[in-house]
């Protein structure tokens, strides 16, 4: 019932419209994830569902409140038809919206849903204190800051300690990824592995994403990459050794999500 094309390849979206003319009910995607929108990605893909039929929903539940307070749509300067969003939206309280053009909503009229707590207000309470005091403490350019720091400061660690080779920097500033990559015969995972277990040995519990906070201080961001400093040529000589599992007091980590 679906089906799966690279982000930022348009002509691989055209060829699924084309194989498959007037089937496509929408096309979903997180507008950004890693990588960021080549130029006119977003908007091609836009023009190219509408001219087939199709609607394009955003899932903003990460980049929604976080990228900016209109979230990567406003960030990149499009309109998809509907977005969902939740997380940054009440601040952590169980909330999620799903909004868009009014004539699409309007859809929903005709759905009958109710759930249990349907008439649950106080999440609705913290939605409005979180989205006020987003504006009124300059939330999002605190996070863009405290972001920026940790770019700089993680891609500046990883070209001392000469790991480019496995380790790598993707994402927004306010949303960013530690990648690993396989190297010298040793696995993306098995990299991984080593790094969680040191970085939780330094009081961090992390999986290698970086999802700044308005709660998080300039002096956590130092703990941070003084942490990265220190494990950053641990990794280096396990993987110049192929001697990762010496390292590891655990079983690699394996796949959590599968193609089945
Ligand atoms: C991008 C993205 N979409 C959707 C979800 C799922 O959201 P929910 O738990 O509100 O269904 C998540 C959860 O982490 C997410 O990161």
Known sequence: MTHAFPFNDLAALDALFSAHPGEFAAVILEPMNTTFPADGFLQGLIDRAHAHGALVVFDETITGFRYSEGGAQELFGVTPDLSCFGKGLANGFPLSAVVGRADVMREFEDVFFSFTMGGEAMSLAAAKAALTKLRTDNVIARLHQLGERVEAGT?????????????????????????????????????????????????FISVGTHNVSFAHSD?????????????????KTAVEERAIRQYLRCEPLVPLFKLR
Request: proline share 3%; net charge negative; aromatic share 12%.
């Open 219 to 235: 002096d956590e961001i130092d703990r941070l990459l003084a942490a990265y400093d220190d494990i950053f040529p641990l990794l």
């Open 155 to 203: 891609k500046a660690l990883i070209a001392k300690h000469g790991c480019a080779d496995f380790l790598g920097f993707a994402g927004h500033p306010t949303w960013s990824f530690l990648t690993m990559s396989d190297c010298n015969g040793v696995s993306s995972f098995e990299i991984k592995t080593l790094w969680m277990q040191e970085i939780l040995e330094r009081g």
